[in-house]
């Protein structure tokens, strides 16, 4: 298996071979980790811009450190700072930052299907950090890691993702990835957060957590955003923390090897409790360790690197 | 100055010939429709072509005033009579809008003055298109609209609707309404289902559509008046115009060549070309359109051509324009996935893009008879091309069917005896 790919888009268009090889790619990425001098000279010359047109601080510093750790040249650009608050459009932010020689593009968009416009304007390697309600692979690759990690292979296990699955890329592209892995995987939340027909992407639905969590082997549990309560899709946040939170009691009705993940940032006591995110159980600070690895992995991939030295 | 159209075969589905002849045109008008008709002036060798009455769309979008950089009254009409069309009827949401005397009689003069076929406005129903008191609509019919729409603007006020279909009732004019209730439509951009799902764009509910169409059938049983229901793309929209017409009401409906032919899967490519109101559907929407133009409940195709520059389609899809261009392309479009495919006849399909809406605009031409105006359009069943961009007239090139091949082109267009569109040398 050997990567052709340019881009990273999503984890719709991947085999499960290539998502196999990311992630054996990101073993030894986070052995880095480990290690007292943590820069791999490996992409060194390179440059990477950071586009984020969406606040986030968990995924642009993770993909900054994952290239500044293989030596790449990082430069962040956020819109609020930049000539797009003067009204410059994404394909002339773009054509602008192919012009000053990068060689990969990370861009975080509001707007689903922008990594997608991105890729057919630019000749440079486009990095998905997140595209509206689409996909967010590098999440979803780090989420897969942290299974296989804990879990020793993803193959057969049931995976409950739970809350806002109806605006939700991190859903998305875990759904994709887990069911190319041979996973089964159960969304749930309230209808009014549940997307038409998400069973076509092969997921099950419920709207009952308490049903389900007896019988999985992980809960990804998703943030829940204040806005959709303003919105009208649930009547309260009280009444969907009673609902749909992690907490004490409902972790116990788990298995006792259930993993807990969270892509974060978490509403503590909303969607889950400070104890249940601290418990033994929940993996959540060690993905964020594995998104730098994984996200290494990426580039490393895509610029068509050999070895890991 | 007399033309003779020699040698074809003409098609009028009004008078139901179908037969080889020719005709003569004098003076604007329709002389003769025969097989041994006095020599002319000028001669048209038509063997091979189907010779049809002018197509007449009943939505488009001509950008004049106030979008000129998207579409002119000129370059619109350069784009209908490069598909066929003789005549246009033009959406009022222009800036200003057609709300007032004025503007109704800037587009018929400019019409007059650079368009290359005939133009008619289509007049607000309400001020500013707000949705909230009515036009002068009197004032505007006098002045030359042949029906009223607030266009994109659905009236959510379900009592401002019921007093224009009243007040429009001593007027006789239809009420051509776009149906989106703007509540469940919410920030959707393209059909919920599950495409939009899978894309992770916010889906439009098909209720949005469908809510209005039913409020509106019930508006025109307590009033009487005409309803024209715009761009239908539901199948259950589809069953409620059914509903009505079974029920006697005096409500009419078109469907696009997209809505006709695509689908919301098209969307996956994120193409802004494949935005539209309403959204493209599923294909089971797709055949319920089909067959409500077999049984009549749809009476004809319109293209609503919606016309967007480069500019304001090649961003992101949720910040791309609503809308795509379909002048061009619409005859073709019909004739190759509906005749060609054996959905409808070809006489069923001339009298969709004819007599049909003549009628329901009340409109001249529609035809081929002696005394009639000589709109013709003259199309090669046999001609084949690639749409390009090139092939697009107008000023705007945002067509989802770029790239497919068609079949029927239309070579040759005229309007009152004058040839207005000629494809490659005199063909």
Redesign the interface.
């Known amino acids: 298996m050997s990567w052709t790919r340019k881009h990273l888009l999503g984890l719709?268009d991947l085999s499960r071979d290539e998502i196999q090889l990311i992630l054996d790619t990101a073993e030894p990425c986070k052995e880095i980790f480990t290690r007292p001098i943590k820069k791999l000279p490996t992409l060194r010359g390179r440059v990477m811009v950071n586009l984020f047109y969406e606040p986030s601080t968990r995924t642009r510093t993770s993909f900054e450190l994952a290239g500044k750790w293989m030596s790449v040249d990082v430069i962040n650009i956020s819109t609020n700072l930049s000539s797009v608050a003067k009204g410059e459009?994404?394909?002339d932010t773009a054509k602008t930052i192919e012009a000053l020689g990068a060689d990969f593009v990370v861009i975080r968009?509001?707007?689903?299907?922008?990594a997608?416009?991105l890729a057919e304007t630019v000749q440079v390697s486009v990095i998905n950090a997140g595209?509206?309600?689409?996909?967010h692979p590098t999440q979803a690759l780090l989420d897969l890691f942290t299974i296989r990690d804990k879990k020793g292979s993803i193959e057969g296990l049931h995976v409950a993702i739970v809350g806002d699955i109806l605006h939700s890329?991190v859903a998305?592209s875990n759904i994709w990835g887990l069911t190319k892995m041979g996973a089964k995987v159960t969304v749930i939340g309230p209808p009014t957060l549940i997307?038409?027909?998400?069973e076509?992407?092969g997921a099950e639905v419920s709207y009952d957590l308490d049903e389900v969590i007896p019988h999985v082997d992980v809960i990804n549990m998703l943030r829940i955003q204040k806005e959709r309560q303003v919105a009208g899709l649930f009547p309260s946040l009280r009444e969907y923390s009673v609902l749909y939170g992690l907490n004490r009691r409902r972790l116990d009705q788990a298995r006792d090897d259930v993993l807990v993940i969270h892509p974060g940032p978490t509403n503590l006591g909303v969607e889950i409790t400070s104890e249940v995110a601290e418990d033994p159980r929940a993996s959540i600070d060690e993905q964020v360790t594995n998104g730098v690895a994984v996200r290494m992995a990426v580039l490393y991939l895509l610029s068509g690197g050999k070895d890991i030295p | 100055m007399s033309l003779l159209i020699k040698g074809g075969r003409v098609i009028d589905p009004a008078g139901g010939i179908d037969a080889p002849a020719d005709i003569l045109i004098e003076g604007g008008q329709i002389i003769g429709v025969g097989t041994d008709l006095p020599a002319a002036k000028e001669e048209l060798p038509a063997q091979g072509l189907v010779v049809v009455p002018g197509f007449i769309d009943l939505h488009v979008h001509l950008r004049e005033p106030g979008y000129e950089y998207k579409e002119t009254i000129a370059s619109g009409t350069r784009a209908a009579a490069r598909g066929g069309f003789t005549s246009v009827v033009c959406m009022p949401n222009t800036n200003p809008p057609v709300d007032n005397k004025a503007v109704v009689e800037f587009i018929l003069a400019e019409g007059a003055r650079n368009g290359a076929v005939r133009v008619y406005p289509i007049g607000a129903i309400t001020k500013g298109r707000r949705g909230e008191e009515l036009t002068e609509m009197a004032d505007l019919a006098a002045a030359g609209v042949v029906a009223f729409s607030d266009d994109g603007n659905t009236i959510m006020n379900a009592v401002v609707m019921r007093r224009a279909l009243e007040y429009g009732k001593m007027l006789d004019l239809p009420l051509s309404v776009h149906c989106e209730d703007v509540n469940l439509a919410g920030q959707g951009l393209m059909n919920e289902g599950r495409t939009s799902t899978l894309l992770g764009l916010p889906g439009q509910t098909r209720a949005a559509e469908n809510v209005i169409i039913a409020r509106d059938v019930e508006l025109a049983r307590l009033t009487g008046g005409r309803v024209h229901f715009a761009h239908v793309s539901t199948k259950e929209g589809v069953e409620l115009v059914r509903r009505a017409k079974k029920l006697g009401l005096r409500v009419s409906a078109e469907a696009t060549p997209h809505h006709l032919t695509l689908t919301d899967e098209l969307v996956a490519t994120y193409d802004p070309n494949t935005k539209v109101s309403p959204p493209l559907r599923t294909r089971e929407d797709v055949e319920a359109l089909r067959a409500g133009l077999l049984d009549g409940t749809i009476d004809c195709v319109a293209t609503d051509h919606a016309p967007h520059s480069r500019d304001d389609k090649e961003v992101e899809y949720s910040h791309a324009a609503w809308g795509m261009v379909g002048l061009e392309t619409a005859w073709p479009v019909i004739y190759t996935h509906l005749v060609l495919t054996g959905c409808l006849s070809l006489i069923q399909a001339i009298d969709l893009f004819t007599r049909k809406p003549a009628e329901l605009f009340n409109l001249p031409g529609g035809r081929i008879a002696a005394g009639q105006p000589a709109d013709l359009v003259l199309f090669d069943p046999k001609k084949n091309q690639r749409v390009t961009e090139e092939l697009l007239v107008g000023k705007s090139k945002n067509s989802p069917f770029i790239g497919q091949e068609l079949q029927g082109w239309p070579v040759y267009t005229i309007v009152g005896g004058q040839a207005r569109w000629v494809d490659e040398i005199g063909r």
Do not use: F, N
């Not at chain 1, 968009?109 to 922008?114: F, V």
């Not at chain 1, 997307?195 to 998400?198: A, H, K, L």
């Open positions: 719709q459009s994404l394909k968009h509001y707007a689903a299907g922008s997608k416009l595209d509206g309600a689409h996909e890329r998305r997307p038409q027909e998400i076509q992407m």
